[in-house]
């Protein structure tokens, strides 16, 4: 038991809050603190486990008494609070970090910079449909410490974050998967691509050889990286090009997996209900996963046939308005989750972009913009940067503070047989709570038109 033991917990929301849940139920004395306002929700949790907590402040000698600091993700490495907790050598851990301590279930662990929510997803969901006793973590799904806590799954598939990477020391993963890394976040990174890389990489700390790390040989970034480093774990590898060398490939419209003393699985794009090049690759990911934790083909192929993707990510709306069709792509918080929409896109597009800019650069837009976008409408407080990127590339620019002026703007911008498409390339805290705020007010507005 650890009675003796003090640990603070920075933020009150679904990772602080499970993760107070876990340290009380291992014997730990803890305090919660949160500088904004705990939810009704979670402070119910708190009360209701009769675990100490604050809000609105942060008590900062109460703070420094502790034997270790579990910390938020949203809270960033150069806050001040964070700088005197390290300065007293009071280790700072994130809540993934904290919960593996108590489970010795598998873990699946899910990250990149664009297609992890989907891939993590749709794993899960392969898993389950499978049968295995699997719960989901990390950035979707109920807090990970407060599963770890309650429940006794044999399996976790985890989409983590560089933020929450960045607090995880000791953590290991069984099967590791990393997409992609392009661009993004580079505010907290110093605007140093190589610390955000660097950031990704530490999905691999601490694996061995019999563990398993997926990734794509397509990523031009993750290829170099890779030449630079000594990678443990037994690789499997797959593209969306034709190279039969590889776990996974695709080729004249099918997708080819196959893993050492694993039937070849075969399966044709049209079968299945993700659509879209990048999702084709998120897809191959996820069934390497399953081959490897030894799920059947044929329960794959069923799964992969069932799984129609993620709310906000390129999320057609079943209705059209006069013609005018609307895809909701809110979770495109990055250039190049904006730069997969564009390309998945036909002619005739009005685009809506915009909202806390992360350090983005624009040019990789500009091709697919000048062919396809014929309006932009930019939806944020300071549209000063996006304006000015697409100046000369897109015909008609305009401005919206707010969702409803947005929409209304882009719809009577559009012609019968258009498509507007949120696709905002930055964060939505600028108006928004966070990017499912910003694609539900979407989804409302375009009903009440």
């Given amino acids: 038991m650890n009675e003796n033991t003090y640990i603070a917990i920075l933020g009150a929301g679904e990772s602080g809050v499970g993760a107070a849940i876990l340290a009380k139920k291992q014997g730990f004395k803890v305090f919660v603190s949160d500088m904004g ?142 997409l992609n890394i392009t661009p993004d976040h580079l505010d907290r990174y110093e605007y140093t691509f190589q610390n ?20 794509c040989s397509d990523d031009e970034v993750l290829i170099r990286e890779l030449q630079q480093r000594t990678i443990v774990p037994h690789s499997f590898v797959y593209t969306t090009t034709s190279d039969t060398t590889k776990s996974a490939y695709f080729d004249a419209d099918m997708i080819q997996v196959q893993t050492p003393q694993k039937e070849r699985l075969s399966m044709s794009v049209y079968d299945m209900l993700l659509k879209g090049k990048h999702n084709y690759g998120n897809t191959m990911a996820a069934a390497i996963a399953a081959q490897i934790v030894d799920i059947k083909n044929d329960q794959i192929r069923e799964s992969l046939k069932s799984f129609s993707g993620v709310e906000h990510r390129l999320e057609k709306l079943s209705y059209t308005v006069r013609g005018v069709e609307f895809i909701n792509d809110s979770k495109a918080t990055n250039v190049n989750s904006t730069w997969y929409a564009l390309e998945s896109m036909d002619d005739n597009v009005i685009w809506i972009a915009g909202g806390t800019d992360k350090g983005n650069e624009y040019e990789s837009l500009h091709e697919l913009a000048r062919t396809k976008v014929k309006a932009l409408v ?47 390339c930055c964060a939505s805290f600028d108006l928004f709570k966070n990017y499912i705020d910003r694609g539900i007010q979407f989804k409302e507005e375009v009903r009440n038109l």
């Fill in 378 to 424: 930019c939806l944020g407080i300071d549209n000063t940067k996006l304006i000015a990127s697409f100046t000369n590339i897109v015909p008609h620019i305009t401005e919206a503070k707010s969702m409803k002026e947005a929409v209304v703007k882009a719809y009577n911008l559009a012609q019968k047989g258009d498509t507007v498409l949120l696709s905002p």
């Fill in 196 to 215: 955000y890389i660097n950031s990704k990489f530490r999905i691999l700390q601490n694996m061995n050889s019999n563990d398993s790390f997926i990734y």
């Fill in 37 to 178: 306002t705990i939810s009704y929700q979670y402070k119910q949790i708190l009360e209701q486990n009769n675990i100490d907590f604050e809000e609105g402040m942060h008590s900062v000698d109460t703070i420094l008494k502790a034997a270790e600091v579990i910390k938020s993700p949203g809270i960033p490495e150069k806050a001040p609070l964070i700088q005197q907790i390290k300065a007293l050598n009071i280790p700072v851990i994130s809540e993934l970090e904290f919960a593996a301590r108590y489970t010795n279930a598998k873990l699946i662990c899910i990250t990149g910079s664009n297609g992890k929510t989907t891939t993590t997803l749709l794993t899960y969901h392969i898993l389950k449909q499978a049968g295995l006793n699997v719960g989901l973590a990390g950035n979707v799904g109920k807090s990970f410490a407060l599963q770890v806590a309650n429940e006794s799954y044999e399996y976790y598939v985890i989409e983590i974050s560089s933020f929450q990477l960045d607090d995880m020391y000791d953590f290991k993963a069984d099967i590791a998967v990393l």
